[in-house]
């Protein structure tokens, strides 16, 4: 499609060139004439007469509306649209920290999408992840940002309309920074800084001097959420108890003194004045019946803003009234949802739509003016950022309109990335969707993470795999592997590399889902011939596919981010391919004589998880790497 842009254009030109490619687009004299006007008020993108029009009122806007215009214009050849923007800052925050730190180029892809989908803000969470010159160690072999790379990023994004805003720790989940010598006098706890010491505060200033300098922005997140333990390890041993409702004030105080030397303008999370005005030991979460008293609220430090947030709630009213309680706050928060995609290998979105929806509803009916999409990565970054996109959809969509539904985020998220993602995606959500689990997963099963890492002999999920499901999982898993690939064949780089990685997980799930179950079955009646044809045929073929996988999983690494932080999957599968040959190995050896029994198929099989959902069935477990692989020792 030719465009002919004219009118208001100043400083949109450049952007417009970076889109073509996802729009399909070129900018050309010839093409169909588009009039520009800048003016306050609502997003407008009309086409009539053979004439387009787009009026807006900031440069993101006007991005978001030359997706619309292309879009519409594909299907017809008149049509008004009006828009009016819900929320002043729509944004996402990408994590950067558990390892996956996203390349250049990859962050600069998000931006495009970003900006068609008319999102204006992006933080990417950086713990120890961007260099801080003074601090050698931080973000050591780690794949830290340098200052230059984040800055044209920064510059990037700024061209598209985008403000992008530095993300950064400045009490808790510092476990990765803390753990190196340097930091051994400014460390409380295993993650957390030694509320006053002053080299705590240099340190602080350290960071947020390279964040003032990097950025083009005023705003800056200092994090400081989950810092349960604070005041309870070193800082105890040093100094005794003290209040940690008054140590908390203390140090924010301090922590908004050097901001305030920098003219930045911080935010920070809000659930550690809701835990200790809870007196909760136990690090529990948004205690509604927290005490806010006047005489606490005015005992917290003022000139910051407060960020809510909220991965699991499902009801309008529950975030409508814990928005209101964060107004005693003395300000409007920032709500923060998730785009749940950590401690899994694939994203789960039964439960992101079921949250999203109905928080950023009340974020609407209650006139929040900022809300944010979280985009965790915990437990290894096993999962891709990409598979966000449906989600970072739907936050835009919500942030132009009322209500939203599928068909119109299809279309939009076709258009916003010039691929057909929306089906494909949310595809990937049955991985962990399988028969036994409750529908759309609010409880975040994984089993497609469980039955992938868990051991062939150890088998610590088998019992959780009942006859029924044993009867209809490696089917399922070849299901779903053939239609991947049917979607993998139909997309265009990376997604089709991305697609390739699911269709070979799949490929491995449907032949060792129920494996170890298999053979510890042969074992216990005694059927060697059994065991041998599976230790000489099943076995390998399984290793065969797994390392396929690998292979596939590396290779869309390498397209999404940097080498740093491949090392950890790596070694997990290494660890798979291992016991997959020694299971082999074992099994042959009891076949043929070598060892009269095998302890590991001997023991009895027990469920990992013995409390569970009360109404859900025994798959229906969420477990991390290091709590799959082994009952042993990790470390």
Known sequence: MKIHVYGQTNGLTEGMAELSGILHIELDAAGLPVEVIQAPGRLLVKLQDGKGTIRYQDKIHFFRALGLLVQHAGEKD????????????????????????????????????MALMGLNGLMMYTE??????????????????????????????????IEMIPCIQTLGHLAQALKWNYAASMKDHQDILLVGEPKTYEFIEQMIATAAKTYRTKRIHIGMDEAFQVGLGNYLRKHGYHNRFELMNEHVAKVLEITERYDLKPMLWSDMYFNLLSNDTQGGLYNINADFSEDKMDQIPKGVQFVYWDYGKEDEEGYGLMYEKHLKFGSKPIFAGGIHIWNNIVPNYGKTWNISHPALRAAKTKQLDEVLATAWADNGNENNHLTILPGLQLFAEHGYGNEVD????????????????????????????????????????NPSKYLLWQDLLIGLFDKHIEPDTEAVLPGYYEEMANELSGYRDALDAPFDQLFDMY????????????????????????????LRAMAEQAIPVLYRHADELRVAHRRMWMQTYKPFGWEVLDIRYGGLLARIRSAEDRVLDYVEGRVDRLEELEAERLLYDQTGVPEAGPLNVNATYQSIVTAGAFV
């Not at 120890?128 to 800055?151: A, W």
């Not at 959500?429 to 759309?440: A, F, I, K, T, Y």
């Not at 269709?503 to 298999?518: F, W």
């Open 78 to 113: 008149h049509f008004e649209i009006t828009e009016e923007p819900k929320f002043s800052f729509n944004g996402t925050m990408l994590d950067v920290s558990r390892n996956g730190v996203l390349t250049v180029p990859m962050v600069k892809r998000f931006i495009r999408y």
């Open 128 to 161: 120890d992840t961007f260099e801080v010159k003074e601090q050698p160690y931080f973000g050591y072999m780690r794949g830290r940002y340098t200052v230059e790379e984040l800055q044209e990023c920064d510059a990037y994004a700024d061209q598209l309309g």
């Open 406 to 445: 599928h068909d119109s985020l299809q279309k939009r998220l076709n258009t916003c990335t010039g691929a057909d993602l929306f089906k494909p995606v949310l595809a990937l959500s049955r991985m962990d969707e399988v028969p036994g689990v409750l529908p759309e997963n609010y409880w975040m099963a």
């Open 503 to 530: 269709e070979k997980l799949a490929r491995v799930l449907a032949l060792k889902s129920t494996m170890g179950v298999q053979l510890k079955r042969a074992y216990d009646a005694g059927q060697k011939e059994e």
